[in-house]
């Protein structure tokens, strides 16, 4: 399962992205926030966190304005390894390398193409394992 969730910063280009995922036939379960009123970044990227922690080979999309609140965030999470990316290389080294299980991007960072294409490199893009499996492991606190 995907788990998405954003702040309200955030708010129309989590929209964009979950018309995305459904462009994609991705399953996916929306985390809010459910409407345009100020929030508080850490609450959604818990929820995610906890969501993706819980399950295996979950996945998570976390959004804000600069995408640093939400990663500093779910970083604080157990099993998460939350990664901001900006780009399609950003993107696909975060899963080649660091087997990053949630995407964060910053809503007033990227267009909303260049989300699209960060999100479909991020949930395309496989784990290489191998040197990068132990030193994945070592981040584990
Ligand atoms: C909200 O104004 C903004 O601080 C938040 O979306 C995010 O960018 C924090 O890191």
């Known amino acids: 399962m995907i788990y ?3 702040d309200h910063a ?9 018309k ?5 036939r991705e399953e996916f379960e929306d985390l809010g926030v459910e409407e345009k009123r ?7 990227a818990r929820a995610v966190a ?10 998570g999309i976390l959004i804000c304005g600069t995408g640093l609140g939400m990663s500093i965030s779910a970083n604080r999470h157990p099993g998460i390894r939350a990664a901001l990316c900006h780009d399609a290389y950003t993107a696909a080294m975060a899963r080649r390398h660091n087997d990053a299980n949630v995407l964060c991007m910053g ?7 260049v989300a699209e294409q960060v ?11 191998g040197r990068h499996q132990r030193r ?6």
């Open 4 to 6: 998405i969730a954003s």
């Open 107 to 113: 809503a007033r960072v990227l267009g909303v193409g």
């Open 136 to 141: 994945v492991e070592k981040m584990e606190i």
């Open 20 to 24: 995305f995922l459904t462009e994609m």
């Open 50 to 59: 906890r969501a993706v922690a819980a399950e295996e080979g979950a996945r």
């Open 10 to 18: 955030a708010f129309d280009l989590r929209q964009e992205m979950m």
């Open 38 to 44: 100020s929030v508080d970044y850490p609450d959604y």
């Open 119 to 129: 999100l479909r490199v991020f949930l395309n893009t496989a784990f290489e394992g």
